[in-house]
């Protein structure tokens, strides 16, 4: 009956993120497959012969612990608590000082300086971690999570892919062979990893740190094909993508695409993002669902979190700035030590900060989260229990169509991009779209600067005619 209460829950209801904790235990009947979306999903395949409660250790599990209660088994050491950060010790922002660390990361660098660092001091074995696979015949395959052991590999490891990657197969790596792992990850993965040890002793025992991945949303493969696809290369001959290149005459958000064809062996031109379709994050094009029902921006099971520094003071800087939020004692030496021996550049932090930082995500899946949920139990459907109450109270009308658009948006792209596909004709997904985003935009404008837009558009038009 496990099996079954997640398949009929968490799986019937469009809530699987596709981490792979599932698949790993012993007899069970899952596995994870793409669906026709280009999202990993679990699939009910065979018979239970599991002794694992599944939706306890689904990070969207209808019985799994919520942040809160995981963080205060895992991090105890770490007596501080912020409502947008969980548990902490110290927060910083800053970036390491080693121009070509800094310039191969997504942001500042830090880390992967972390991981490299834990390697050095003999503080773990290996470091689990998302790779371009190059060895990938399928666009549905173009990242992978590898385990690497010495700290100069860890340059081939991925800036920020997003990317549908599952844990399924670096998990059973991890059992079969002994040793100390750090594994890097969403929050929703690292949740997924802490529930999972919760059942697995083995798994609690050679995973030793966990290093989350501050986070907007998961993508489905969708994403990468579209990136590729406007920049030249269809869907069909995507060999790689790049989604974090630097742009030295940018900000740091105006983040760098380029797209590798398989038949020419040869990379596009960089691109911002912002020039592309897509590139606007709150769109949320070819999102999961289940992101818009995760209230964990800031990773807050992980020992240590690390993101983007949206913030004016830090975003011109083409390089980019990390955000840190340590919660682990170790972790917290090391980054003194990098700090005394001039390897990072950091400057003490607090809460706040950090959660002005992350503003546009954390008002998306608390407040708009909120309003999820509140119109989900009126019309009777089941959704994940979170944190946050159930609420439409608070909201104007423009705050919640912005929100029903952005479900929309999400949902609506992966069916219109399967088409394109069907027909080879991006302009075909660029249609069926366009009215959806122009709607959103609409929205997103409060209605006395819309009323005083019209007011001039209509001034201009007339102007120079006269009543007679």
């Known amino acids: 009956m496990n099996a079954e209460e997640l398949q009929q829950t968490v ?53 799994a612990p919520d942040e809160d209660t995981v963080a205060d088994i895992f991090l105890g050491e770490s007596p501080q608590r912020h409502a947008a950060v969980g548990r902490f010790r110290t927060c910083h922002i800053g970036h390491v000082k080693d121009t070509l660390t800094r310039g191969r990361a997504s942001s500042g660098g830090i880390g992967r300086w972390l991981a490299a660092e834990m390697l050095r001091q003999d503080l773990v ?23 690497t052991q010495q700290p100069e590999e860890l340059e081939q490891s991925a800036r920020s892919a997003y990317y549908p990657v599952s844990l399924d197969r670096v998990l059973d790596h991890i059992r079969q062979r002994p040793g100390r792992y750090v594994i890097t990850g969403v929050p929703c993965f690292i949740k ?12 609690r025992e050679r995973i030793v740190f966990t290093i989350g991945i501050i986070c907007g949303h998961l993508k489905s493969s969708a994403f990468a094909e579209a990136f590729g696809w406007q920049l030249g290369v269809p869907p069909e001959d995507l060999a790689g993508i790049e989604f974090r290149g630097k742009l030295a005459s940018a900000p740091a958000n105006h983040k760098g695409v380029s797209a590798k064809s398989r038949s020419e062996s040869t990379w ?18 070819f999102k999961y669902k289940a992101c818009d029902y995760c209230d964990d921006v800031t990773a807050e099971t992980a020992d240590v979190a690390i993101g983007d520094a949206w913030l004016p003071e830090f975003v ?25 021996n001039g390897a990072l550049n950091l400057l003490d932090s ?32 089941w959704h994940p229990p979170k944190r946050v109450a159930p609420s439409d109270t608070r909201l104007t009308g ?23 596909k069907e027909v080879g004709d991006f302009s075909v997904f660029i249609r069926m779209m ?12 409060p209605w006395h600067k819309l009323l005083r837009k019209r007011a001039k558009a209509f001034l201009k038009k007339n102007a120079g005619t006269s009543e007679s």
């Open 11 to 63: 799986i019937r209801n469009g809530f699987c993120i596709g981490c792979g904790a599932c698949a790993v235990t012993a007899g069970s009947p899952f596995t994870i497959k793409h669906d026709r979306y280009g999202r990993l999903q679990a699939k009910l395949e065979g018979n239970d012969q599991s002794q694992v409660p599944f939706d306890e250790i689904c990070p969207f599990g209808a019985k």
């Open 350 to 381: 607090t809460p706040e900060q950090i959660a002005r930082s992350q503003a546009g995500g954390l008002r998306h899946r608390r407040e708009g989260l909120a309003y999820r949920l509140a119109r989900d139990e009126a019309l009777g459907r």
């Open 268 to 285: 596009t031109a960089m691109h911002s993002s912002k020039t592309l379709l897509g590139g606007d994050w709150g769109l949320g094009l």
């Open 434 to 445: 366009q009215p959806l985003i122009n709607r959103y935009e609409r929205a997103q404008v």
């Open 316 to 340: 011109n800087d083409s390089q980019g700035t990390s955000v840190i939020i340590c919660r682990n004692r170790a972790i917290e030496s090391l980054l003194k030590k990098g700090q005394d």
């Open 192 to 203: 997924a990893m802490r529930l999972l040890s919760l059942h697995d002793p083995i798994i």
């Open 125 to 147: 074995d290996a470091v689990v971690h998302v790779t371009p696979d190059t060895s990938a015949q399928s666009p549905l395959h173009l990242f992978r999570f590898s385990v």
């Open 398 to 420: 423009r705050r919640k169509k912005i929100y029903e658009l952005r479900s929309a948006l999400a949902e609506y792209s992966h069916e219109a991009f399967l088409q394109a």
